[in-house]
């Protein structure tokens, strides 16, 4: 079974830094899309990043510049690295996977999700 364990959220000031890690199990890491939604109180679900399997990435527009995905196929793990936070990324970030390579963001499978919170 596919398993995505994350972990590295919590309570950052604004304008620090963060780093979300998904560990991820099964074989569904190898040769397919993963990435990272949010979702605020009372907003709707948002895609935040994601990576293929051959490195491309898209940002959503509110994060660009600010946030940065990457991949390590060795220890089978994606990563958020988040600069420059702002109180408006305060949300419930969730690692997906994806069956297919592609930016899209199908949210095949989810991680548990992990809070991130920015104090201004």
């Known amino acids: 079974q596919v398993q995505l364990v994350e972990s590295g959220g919590g309570l950052v000031q604004a304008g620090g830094s963060l780093r979300l890690s998904c560990a991820a199990s099964?074989?569904?890491?190898?040769?397919?899309?993963m990435g990272w939604y949010r979702q605020a109180p009372g907003k709707q679900r948002e895609l935040v990043a994601v990576?293929?399997?051959?490195?491309?990435?898209s940002y959503a527009d509110s994060v660009k510049g600010r946030f940065t995905i990457s991949r390590d196929n060795i220890v089978n793990t994606v990563y958020l690295q988040m600069n420059s936070l702002k109180p408006e990324d305060t949300a419930v970030y969730y690692c997906?996977?994806?069956?297919?390579?592609?930016?899209?963001?199908?949210?095949?499978?989810w991680g548990q999700g992990t809070q991130v919170t920015v104090s201004s």
């Open positions: 990576i293929t399997s051959g490195g491309r990435t």
């Open positions: 997906y996977a994806d069956r297919r390579d592609s930016t899209y963001g199908f949210g095949d499978y």
């Open positions: 099964g074989s569904i890491f190898r040769g397919n899309a």
